[in-house]
């Protein structure tokens, strides 16, 4: 069994910055892959970004390009996401996510294995 805790999430105004950081229990034999998605009231679970184990390979979602950055750091499990020039429409729970396959940069919700419970970001205008 996988947990994930975020924390870092709060009230910004626009063009401001944010840490996201999500802490993992894992299990030391497994190399997982992890992801960030955000999802506002009323619409889907979105993909924000991803890395895989040796954080190597890393992807994002074309709206946050340039201004999020995902890194890792294993030998804390921990992940973060580095959030600058903050939109209102990057107003969001984030939630931080994992799966099994170190390898893999998955880019859609049920390609991952376990979820934190996530953490408000709201960024005003």
């Known amino acids: 069994q996988v947990q994930l805790v975020e924390s870092g999430g709060g009230l910004v105004q626009a063009g401001g910055s944010l840490i996201l950081s999500c802490a993992a229990s894992v299990r030391t034999s497994v190399r997982y892959s992890m992801g960030w998605f955000r999802q506002a009231p009323g619409k889907e679970r979105d993909f924000v970004a991803a890395?895989?184990?040796?954080?190597?390979?890393?992807y994002y979602a074309d709206s946050v390009k340039g201004r999020f950055t995902i890194s890792r750091d294993n030998t804390k499990n921990t992940v973060g996401l580095r959030m600058i020039n903050l939109k209102p429409e990057d107003t969001a729970v984030y939630y931080c996510?994992?799966?099994?396959?170190?390898?893999?940069?998955?880019?859609?919700?049920?390609?991952?294995?376990?979820w934190g419970q996530g953490t408000q970001v709201t960024v005003s205008s």
């Open positions: 890395i895989e184990w040796s954080g190597r390979n890393i």
């Open positions: 996510a994992a799966h099994w396959d170190g390898r893999t940069l998955g880019r859609t919700p049920n390609q991952y294995d376990y």
